[in-house]
Each structure stands twice: as C-alpha cells, then as structure tokens.
C-alpha cells in the first residue's frame, strides 16, 4: 500500500512566534542537564496555549463554559476540505467559499495567504460572522485559518467567536496551509487535555486520502 502523504500544518514554537500584543510569550528554560549526577535533560514550559497552532476551547470567549479538556474530540479528527480565499481582503465571506461548498465534510480549512504570517501583524484576514453561520448549516462541525483569530485583531466583540459558540463549532487557528491545495484531505489535530485552560496547542497534520 503506498504511503500517504502529510502535510505539517503546525509553524515553529520558539520564543520569537507572533502573539497578540499582551500575550504570554513562549519561553523554554532548563531545569536540569545531563552530568555525572544526572542522567538526563529537563526542559520548563511558560506559555499561551494560543501560540502556535492551536485550538480555542468555548471558555476563551465565553464564561462559563467548556475548558479545552472538556471537549469531544470527534471534531478534530476526520474528512476536511481546504479551500482557498487568498487576497480577499478583511474578511471571509460565503461568495468566497462557494466555489467549493458542494458536499462539505465536517470540517474547513480556509488558506487566506500565499505565506502564513511569520511575525505579528495586525491586519490579517478573519472570518465574516456569517460566513460561521453558513458554514454550520452546511453540516460544519470545525472551522480553521491560516491567521491569528477568526476575529479581527481590533474585535472587542469578537461576533465570529460568538458564532462559534452559537453552533458549536470548533475551531483551530494559526495554522501554516502555504503548500496545500484545495481539496479534500484527512485531519489529526487533537487538543491537549490541559485541565481548566482556555485553549491547546494542536500538532496539526492533513493527510492524503489515498
């Protein structure tokens, strides 16, 4: 049986990610290091479970609900489509997606740029709110982009985030799509079970249905 293919959709974690202005940086120290009294390498952690490719949990934008390791998993797992909207400016919109909307699999991925952002920057393209919505009633069950938010980075309503919490949607951000092409493909992208935290990083992967 011939190999299939993946496609890494998830960029470099390093102390020089872009984040939201504010944010936890990511920072790694060491706790320990190999030597004659000790056998082996030990790294430290500090960062925002948003840097890098990750998936918002409910409770990011919405209080009281679910924590990113109270949520099903099933979402992100399985058929995806990735569709193409480079260039189309601010925000998404449904007439940016038709061309690729017969038969939607559960699950979207929109590729907005020829290159994922590499440093911050704060006009990157979102998701028009009811572009969510329209998604949804096409049977969508998660979303992704290949920016920071689903919401713009000014948004201090954050109406797509709302639109997701509205349908239930899952949603994955921050993802590198440079190299694929619009199609139909297989997604492994499960959240971390980090208790009572808003968000996880994923480890992104599309896979080849053949």
């Known amino acids: 049986m011939p190999k299939r293919r993946l496609w890494d959709l998830s960029p470099p974690v390093s102390a020089d990610a872009p ?3 504010g944010d936890q ?4 120290e060491w ?8 056998p082996v390498n030990l790294s430290a952690v500090t960062t925002s479970p948003h840097v890098g490719a990750h998936a918002d949990a409910p ?17 992100y797992l399985g058929p995806c489509r990735v ?3 480079i260039g189309v400016g601010a925000l998404i919109r449904p007439e940016h997606l038709a061309h690729a909307s017969v038969d939607l699999p559960p ?22 709110p009811e572009t969510l919505a329209w998604l949804a009633e096409r049977g969508v069950r998660l979303v992704g982009i290949d920016t920071a938010s689903v919401d713009p980075a ?7 985030h709302q639109q997701l919490r509205a ?28 208790v009572g935290a808003c968000a996880s990083p994923v480890r992104a992967v599309l896979r080849s249905l053949e």
């Open 19 to 21: 984040i939201f202005p």
């Open 25 to 28: 940086p990511f920072a790694l």
């Open 31 to 38: 706790t320990a290091r190999r030597s004659p009294q000790c």
């Open 59 to 75: 409770l990011h934008y919405a209080d009281g609900a679910p924590a990113i390791d109270a949520v099903d998993l099933d979402a």
């Open 83 to 85: 569709i193409h909207a």
């Open 107 to 128: 699950r979207v991925l929109v590729r907005t740029a020829q290159q994922a952002d590499r440093v911050w920057r704060e006009d990157f393209t979102a998701y028009a």
């Open 154 to 160: 000014i948004s201090k309503t954050l109406d797509a």
């Open 167 to 194: 349908h239930d949607l899952r949603v994955l951000e921050n993802l590198v799509l440079d190299e694929v092409p619009e199609g139909d493909y297989e997604l492994i992208a499960l959240p971390l079970r980090w």
